[in-house]
């Protein structure tokens, strides 16, 4: 299987340090116009939809404060990961039942969907297994160290 290379989905212009987001609702669409802004996606409204229809499908709070949803959509045109720290934790429906302080949120193309959407999952799982990569993605301060700290991994 081929390996996705996080730089090709992690831009620095899709991360979001301390948004002042108060619920789920407010940072997903603030990640989502981030992803427009940057045309990674062509409809905002769409792809919203695609991400709030895979939430119907199970909970992307996998625990310990982090929250990865995504869509797979036709509106998405190149596939990629926006990423957000709040600056309070909001509501969500986690596996911990704990609230949400950083959000990964996948954007997938179509096409896209049995090839890279599992390798680039694959890979942030990975991440976001291991402990010490968890306290230092909450105590991330800039856009630099985001970028790095996933990348570096």
Same mark, same amino acid.
């Given at each position: 299987?081929?390996?996705?290379?996080?730089? /090709?989905?992690?831009?620095?212009?899709?991360? @979001?340090?301390?948004?002042?987001? #108060?619920?789920?609702?407010?940072?997903?669409? /603030?990640? $989502?116009?981030?992803?427009?802004?940057?045309?990674?996606?062509? +409809?905002?409204?769409? !792809?919203?939809?695609?991400?709030?229809?895979?939430?119907?499908?199970?909970?992307?709070?996998?625990?310990? #404060?982090?929250? $990865? *949803?995504?869509?797979?959509?036709?509106?998405?045109? =190149?596939?990629?990961?926006?990423?957000? =720290?709040?600056?309070? *934790?909001?509501?969500?429906?986690? @596996? &911990?039942? /704990?609230?949400?302080?950083?959000?990964?949120? !996948?954007?997938?193309? &179509?096409?896209?969907?049995?090839?890279?959407?599992?390798?680039?999952?694959?890979?942030? %799982?990975?991440?976001? %297994?291991?402990? +010490? !990569?968890?306290? +230092?993605?909450?105590?991330?301060?800039?856009? +630099?160290?985001?970028?790095?700290?996933? =990348?570096?991994?």
């Amino acid at each position: 299987m081929e390996k996705v290379v996080l730089e /090709e989905v992690i831009h620095k212009e899709l991360i @979001l340090i301390n948004s002042k987001a #108060g619920n789920k609702d407010e940072i997903l669409r /603030e990640l $989502i116009h981030l992803l427009h802004e940057n045309h990674y996606i062509a +409809d905002e409204a769409a !792809f919203l939809e695609d991400v709030y229809l895979r939430e119907t499908e199970g909970e992307t709070g996998i625990g310990q #404060g982090i929250a $990865i *949803p995504h869509g797979k959509s036709a509106s998405v045109e =190149t596939t990629t990961i926006a990423v957000a =720290t709040l600056e309070k *934790p909001i509501k969500w429906e986690t @596996l &911990d039942g /704990e609230d949400v302080e950083v959000i990964i949120l !996948f954007a997938v193309k &179509d096409s896209d969907i049995n090839t890279t959407h599992v390798l680039l999952l694959q890979q942030v %799982a990975t991440l976001l %297994a291991d402990e +010490d !990569f968890l306290d +230092d993605l909450k105590g991330v301060t800039s856009v +630099d160290e985001m970028y790095q700290l996933i =990348t570096n991994k």
